[in-house]
């Protein structure tokens, strides 16, 4: 029983990264319908730029970790002006965007590999202390973080989108591109914005896992592909249900990993990915922009 | 009235001119829909555009908003606006309700309203005062406010359409066929409520296919065909039934 207990909160905990990540994947594919691949960079430089901003320039720890939040945000918006929108004003396909991510990716990737090396880096949790226990099973702190807050940031993010006036203009931007200028909303700042939110939630998620597990320069990839596995399993179009995704794809993993054996866990994840394409592209949850 | 500084003519205290377009032509990729189209719209009125369907009705408004690839000249409020972009225009209170009424479905009925607010700068007071107006004018609005918009009847969602553009204190109020797949019962009240907010000084540009509705509140109307003006004339000239059926049959004067 505690075994399952165990598995269950470490399930918990990762599939709420990667429900961070599968919204971070949402929040920009509502704005602008494309597939920002290079959202697992961002969990990789949320966690590394904390690191480096600790570890190797001595700031203390929270300041550390806003401002890499910060530094990510600004790096998403910048690839926004200067990448995307040039290609968006020039008509160009989804397709070129979406590899455009994916090179914004890879650069990271090699940025960090050439600058901060290629070991893996932790810092310490959020709080000290023994794991906590519960009815026989026992959970480390860090793993309660990172459920309470990736819970608590969804819960702001639906706060942000149905109760201000800044989250309904981006949602007007995505059910109707050609209606909201005529409401006097910019667009493109929106998509803007929209970028530097998703690499926030991104670098959040990366933050929050680091201690848990590590950073190295290549996890990148991996969380691009469980966070996009998770939004599928919950529907790109809606936030919440790319949340729950990914705490159905955390739990499926973890449970594969108790009965079977680590190595299947990718091969569940892949398995359901290819479920979803075939039998219900549109995942669990009805985009706001079409419900 | 206006502040505008426009000369008044010698013979009558002529009304000041609020939107002044010279010679726009619109294309659509390479195919021209507009030629070479000019008018004006005067301060207070309501401005009717009638003509059949294709005629470029719909393609005239988005060229005033820059919504499709247009050349010409447009002053609005005595300012040239050709350069500007359609967010820029909205807050210049250039405010359309495109064809199909632009309702935002997913969001709430409070959410489009508030939205329609979005770009104000001048206060809460100004936009609350507002909003009361809109819901006097369309009290089913206030009713329906937590539903979504996408719920509501054609008429309603018409009705929250030119409530949203109101929100955004219009300075002209532009509006695409709002008749579209409403019964005419339905189309009345619309009608009504918009000769209200002519009577409270709003200036109105309304384009229809349906020319008897659109002539019971104008001031004048243009008619376009093939995306040229063909007519233009003060609407009771237009409004009898010669003149309407001299229309139809394609006779090119002036009145
Ligand atoms: N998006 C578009 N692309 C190409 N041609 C268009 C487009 N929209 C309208 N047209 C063409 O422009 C002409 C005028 O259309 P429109 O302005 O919609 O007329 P109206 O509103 O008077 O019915 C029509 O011939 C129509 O086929
Ligand atoms: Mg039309």
Known sequence: MSLYLQFLASGLSVGCIYGLVAIGFSVIFNASGIVNFAQGAFVMLGGTLTYVLYERAGLPIWFAIILSIFLSALIGMLFEVTIIRPLWKRNTSLFIMMLATLALGVIAENAVLHTVGDETHSFPPFTAGPPLQAFGASIARQ?????????LIMILLNLLYKKTLLGKAMRACAVDRNVAPLLGIKVERMLTYSFGLSAALGAIAGILITPAQYTAYHIGLTFSVMGFIAAIIGGLGNPTGAFVGGIILGLLQSFAILFFDAGFKDVIAFSILLVFLLVKPSGLFSSYVEE | MSETSRQQLPETAAPSVILDVRDLTATYGRVEVLHSV?????????????????????????????????????RFQGEPVEKRATDQLAGAGLIMVPEGRGILGPLSVRDNLDLGSYMRRDGRGAINADLDNVFTLFPRL???????????????????????AILGNPKLLLLDEPSLGLAPRVMDEILQSLEMLKNRGLTILLVEQKAPLALKIASRAYVLRSGHIAIE?????????????????GAHDHG
């Not at chain 2, 008018?39 to 009705?57: D, M, R, S, T, W």
């Not at chain 2, 054609?154 to 030119?162: D, K, V």
């Not at chain 2, 609407?235 to 039934?241: F, I, M, Q």
């Open chain 2, 233 to 249: 004339a003060n609407a009771v000239d237009l409004a009898s039934e010669e003149a309407l059926a001299k229309l139809y049959l």
């Open chain 2, 142 to 164: 206030k009713e329906r406010q937590s539903q979504r918009a996408g719920s509501l009847s054609g008429g309603e969602q018409q009705m929250l359409a030119i409530g949203r």
């Open chain 2, 38 to 74: 000019s008018f004006h719209v005067n301060e207070g009125e309501v401005l009717v555009v009638l003509g059949p369907n294709g005629a470029g009705k719909s393609t005239l408004l988005r060229a005033l908003m820059a919504q499709v690839q247009r050349t010409g000249s447009i």
């Open chain 1, 143 to 151: 793993t309660v973080w990172m459920a309470v807050l990736s819970v």
